[in-house]
């Protein structure tokens, strides 16, 4: 993860939206373009690839904020009806235009930051019509999104109030009634599950990673923000795509990771933001994980979606390498949205999703300037943003 290849005095030619050649100045031999951009003394990275997000929500949360400034914990608001049941009940009574309208404008606002792949998660619905106009919301999102958009099914993010006392209801209402529906319309990449104290256990869990793989959708899932849940074995006993948020990871957790394809995936402005400890990326790159860093914007625990910010989290409070975080936020963010073949680096017949540096910058720079913007632009497939 510490090892990026570059180039200096470099051209790149981009055609039709896709990267068609570059290298050493001295080898190009393009006799003209229709559009030149002089990148003197600056840096092209590719653009980022966001894996983990909620853009679609009802409203934020900013009480809540208060609250926990308060002492407060996070799962003491959830008992009482916060968090993301007061999320869930905003969004159940919001339209599906005023939720689309909201969060194409958070889509695009990630975009200008150098969001070049994103995926985006439902959870906010909490029943079956509510969840459904999350992923039609999501859906439509594609059809519009310059950027490639995965869609996760995320119904089991948390317990509505009328089925905290009768848990199984619950999980036969996502089995039997969101899943198959959802199916039905094409409408969700993956399924997902909150898998921690207070929340989803591994039984159940499992039973939702499993009625997902009967109908075709892949697994991924929150697990060990809060405690050691046995979320992340879970995660890698169904194969899942990636295990997010990872907190609370020792040794058996990093050794059921070693050697599986489960990407690793670290939320560390979730931390910063709730007050947590970090999850230990120093140990999961010592043993060899796919690591990957995503913004995990949502309205409750991470209200953002700068990944940049995300860079500097990375290296100032888990210890990355900036090589190691660049590499977790492009090409591995990528792998965690199986996107890897098309997106998160600078290769031939890839898109033109690319960020370019002001002037001066050098890859120590770009976590270092942390509250400052080092972007100069975004491209996305060639274009300006």
């Not at 939720?99 to 906010?124: D, M, N, P």
Request: glycine fraction near 8%; proline fraction near 5%.
């Amino acid at each position: 993860m510490s090892d990026i290849n570059t180039l200096s005095d470099a051209y790149l030619l981009i055609e039709d939206g896709f990267i068609k050649s570059f290298g050493p100045d001295a080898e190009c031999k393009i006799d003209r373009a229709d559009q030149t951009i002089d990148c003197t003394d600056k840096m092209v990275i590719p653009a980022y690839c966001d894996s983990h997000t909620h853009i679609v929500f009802a409203g934020w949360r900013e009480m809540e904020f208060v609250d926990r400034i308060k002492g407060l914990s996070y799962v003491e608001i959830d008992k009482r009806g916060g968090g993301i049941l007061n999320s869930a009940k905003k969004l159940q009574n919001t339209s599906e235009d005023l939720l689309f309208e909201q969060a194409l404008k958070r889509l695009h606002e990630v975009i200008k930051l150098g969001t070049g792949a994103i995926e985006i998660k439902s959870g906010y619905g909490l029943t079956v019509d509510s969840e459904l106009k999350m992923l039609r919301v999501i859906r439509r999102l594609k059809e519009v999104s310059p950027i490639p958009i995965k869609a996760n099914f995320l119904g089991a993010h948390a317990f509505p109030m009328e089925f905290k006392e009768n848990r199984s209801r619950y999980i036969d209402l996502i089995n039997n009634e969101m899943i198959p529906k959802i199916a039905a319309e094409g409408l969700a990449d993956y399924v997902d599950v909150f898998c921690d104290t207070g929340f989803f256990s591994v039984p159940e869990t499992e039973s939702i990673l499993a009625s997902g793989a009967k109908y075709g959708l892949k697994p991924k899932i929150h697990a060990n923000e809060l405690d050691y849940s046995g979320g992340i074995q879970a995660g890698v006993k169904y194969g899942a795509i990636s295990v997010d948020h990872l907190q609370c990871t020792g040794p058996k957790e990093l050794e059921a990771l070693a050697g599986s394809p489960t990407v690793a995936t670290i939320l560390p402005s979730t931390a910063f933001f709730l007050g947590l400890p970090y999850a230990p990326a120093r140990a999961m790159i010592d043993h060899n994980l796919c690591v990957a860093l995503a913004s995990d914007y949502n309205p409750g625990s991470s209200p953002s979606g700068n990944m940049s910010f995300i860079l500097s989290l990375a290296c100032v409070k888990l210890r990355m390498l900036p090589a190691e975080a660049l590499n977790a936020l492009t090409i591995n963010g990528a792998a965690a949205m199986e996107l890897g073949e098309t997106n998160g680096s600078i290769t031939v017949s890839k898109p033109g999703n690319l960020i370019i540096s002001k002037a001066g910058m050098n890859l120590e720079a770009l976590p270092y300037f942390y509250a400052d913007s080092w972007i100069d632009s975004v491209l996305i497939n060639g274009q300006a943003q």
